[in-house]
Nanobody, 128 residues
């Protein structure tokens, strides 16, 4: 059973940076699609970024392109989300997700895309 554990959330002022981590355990797939999502209070969940471990292809939502970077450390089975130039509108609970189907990554921003595994989330708060 794949388990995901996020960490690295916190409070930061606008313009600051945070790095989120997602530790993956119980992973037996040869390749996997990993994604970051966020949900602000009273709003629907939003896809942020995704990475496919089969070739390290990355995908980003337009709202975070140029500011956020998704990466992974294969030796530690950890996926990172480096968030720079943070804005108050980035405030949300951030979730890590995983799915063994490669195609999930290319459709990561589609609301109907299903992800098999989810973490518990880590809160990010950006003050102005």
């Amino acid at each position: 059973q794949v388990q995901l554990q996020e960490s690295g959330g916190g409070s930061v002022q606008a313009g600051g940076s945070l790095r989120l981590s997602c530790a993956v355990s119980g992973y037996t797939y040869r390749t996997i699609c990993m994604g970051w999502f966020r949900q602000a209070a009273g709003r629907e969940r939003e896809a942020v970024a995704a990475i496919y471990t089969g070739g390290d292809s990355t995908y980003y939502a337009d709202s975070v392109k140029g500011r956020f970077t998704i990466s992974r450390d294969g030796t530690e089975n950890t996926v990172y989300l480096q968030m720079d130039s943070l804005k108050p509108e980035d405030t949300a609970m951030y979730y890590c997700a995983a799915d063994p189907v490669a195609f999930t990554c290319s459709l990561f921003a589609e609301p109907q895309t299903e992800w098999t595994y989810w973490g518990q989330g880590t809160q990010v708060t950006v003050s102005s």
